[in-house]
Nanobody
Framework: QIHPMEHGGGLAQPGGSLSLTCTME???????MTWYRRTLGSGRELVAQ???????TYADSVKGRFTVTRDNAGNTMWLQMDNLKPEDTGVYYC?????????WGQGTQVTVSS
């Protein structure tokens, strides 16, 4: 089955930083790529999105702290997370849209705790 893969999850201190990577190297013509997360408090929510032409969207809760970037040629998306908060804890999923179909990664755990 075709699916993206996430890397970079782990444990960070409050106020610390973490970087996530999503790869989907076998797919051409990917449209939007999106980071979602599922937390105990919020369920699944959109975190950050970057379109094929580089347009970005962020959840209000992460604006100014997270930065999403993308390399379309390599089918790679990054999420730089700074000034992490405990409420950022959850499983982060990469989603890629290809030919109108959404493809999901398996998720990577991010834990923010002292």
């Amino acid at each position: 089955q075709i699916h993206p893969m996430e890397h970079g999850g782990g444990l960070a201190q409050p106020g610390g930083s973490l970087s996530l990577t999503c790869t989907m190297e076998t797919i051409r013509g990917i449209a939007d790529m999106t980071w979602y997360r599922r937390t105990l408090g919020s369920g699944r929510e959109l975190v950050a999105q970057v379109s094929k032409d580089g347009r970005t969207t962020y959840a209000d809760s992460v604006k100014g702290r997270f930065t999403v970037t993308r390399d379309n040629a390599g089918n790679t998306m990054w999420l730089q997370m700074d000034n992490l908060k405990p409420e950022d804890t959850g499983v982060y999923y990469c989603n890629a849209e290809w030919s109108g179909v959404l493809y999901w990664g398996q998720g990577t755990q991010v834990t923010v705790s002292s």
